[in-house]
Nanobody, 123 residues
Framework: QVHLVESGGGSVQAGGSLRLSCVGS????????MAWFRQAPGEEREGVAS???????NYADSVKGRFTISKQTPTDRLYLQMNSLKPEDTALYYC?????????????????WGQGTQVTVSS
């Protein structure tokens, strides 16, 4: 059974940094894509960054130049380094996984989801 667990969220002032981690278990695949999504209260879930098994990445325009997605194999760990954080980055951040290539940012392209980790950025 696929299981994804996020960690690393917290509260930080604007301009600060956080590093999110996601540990995957219950699967073994050579072809996959993983991504970070976020959802603020009253808003739709938004794709933030994705990476596939070939190392190709994709970022939302709102985070380009500030966030970096990376992965570590074979430990199945996914990371999101978030720098220059802004209050509008405040949201619940989710890790997602699909066993296909191409680093897409649409939520309907992902089958497995973690429970989320909260990021709060104060001004």
């Amino acid at each position: 059974q696929v299981h994804l667990v996020e960690s690393g969220g917290g509260s930080v002032q604007a301009g600060g940094s956080l590093r999110l981690s996601c540990v995957g278990s219950g699967y073994g695949a050579n072809v996959y894509r993983m991504a970070w999504f976020r959802q603020a209260p009253g808003e739709e879930r938004e794709g933030v960054a994705s990476i596939d098994s070939d190392g190709n990445t994709n970022y939302a325009d709102s985070v380009k130049g500030r966030f970096t997605i990376s992965k570590q194999t074979p430990t199945d760990r996914l990371y999101l380094q978030m720098n220059s954080l802004k209050p509008e980055d405040t949201a619940l951040y989710y890790c997602a996984l699909a066993f296909e290539r191409r680093p897409l940012l649409r939520s309907d392209e992902y089958k497995y989801w973690g429970q989320g980790t909260q990021v709060t950025v104060s001004s």
